[in-house]
């Protein structure tokens, strides 16, 4: 019984890090897209 939970978590675990990493990689896109479209628009100002 103990086992198997340990390996349910081994098993979530990677999948869990994988969504992280996925929200943190959109996050920082999203931020890299808004500092370039600031820098453009002061730019052009």
Sequence with gaps: ???KRNIKI???TPLE???NIG???IM???MLCY???LLNYN???
């Design 1 to 3: 019984m103990y086992m």
């Design 10 to 12: 081994i098993c979530i």
């Design 17 to 19: 890090m994988v969504k």
């Design 23 to 25: 929200g943190v990689f």
């Design 28 to 30: 920082l896109n999203v």
């Design 35 to 37: 500092t370039f479209f």
């Design 43 to 45: 730019l052009h100002l």
